[in-house]
């Protein structure tokens, strides 16, 4: 950097420092996965269970709602329909399954494995308006969908006041 005076001084060495905002839930989901990084290490899985009865994967959902209803998607690819179960019981919509392992085969030699298999259960708590014996699914192309339809008397209606 060139100084006023024509005066040639070292390059300045400058340092960019960013901020971040701390967020509670961020350290204790990096807590969450030293530990489970650490567990796993020290007590390997046997044939298909997974320790402390954790499930084997977790499947990703979305949750949206309209006027008329509450809509759950999973993403289940490779997941056959006759292996995913749909139940509600006592307020609580659950979702199990498995996603099964291919065979091994004997000409087939596997340099690295990272998709996860076994099975799995997602559960959700089912809001005061839904009607809990009108719900339907659906699976279609590794996408199952949970329709929870709302019950008439939660949805709003128009209140008209008389201007006097």
């Known amino acids: ?86 139940t509600v019981e006592n307020g609580t919509l659950r979702i199990t399954g498995a996603r099964k392992f291919e065979k091994e085969e004997k000409d087939k030699k596997y340099h690295r494995i990272e998709r996860a298999y076994g099975s799995f259960e997602r559960t959700f708590a089912l809001p005061e308006d839904a009607k809990a014996d009108a719900v339907a699914a659906e699976f279609k192309e590794g996408v199952l969908k949970v329709h929870l339809p709302k019950s008439e008397q939660a949805k709003p209606k128009p209140l008209e006041i008389k201007v006097s």
């Open 1 to 86: 950097m060139a100084a006023s005076g024509g005066e040639n001084l070292p390059a300045e060495k400058t340092t960019m420092k960013t901020l971040t905002r701390w967020s509670p839930l961020r350290e204790l989901e990096t807590l969450q996965d030293r530990l489970s990084t650490l567990f796993e290490r020290a007590m390997p899985r046997t044939s298909g269970e997974s320790s402390f009865g954790f499930t084997d994967w977790t499947p990703a959902v979305d949750v949206s709602e309209d006027e008329k209803e509450y809509l759950i998607k999973a993403e289940l690819p490779e997941v056959k329909k006759e292996d995913v179960k749909v």
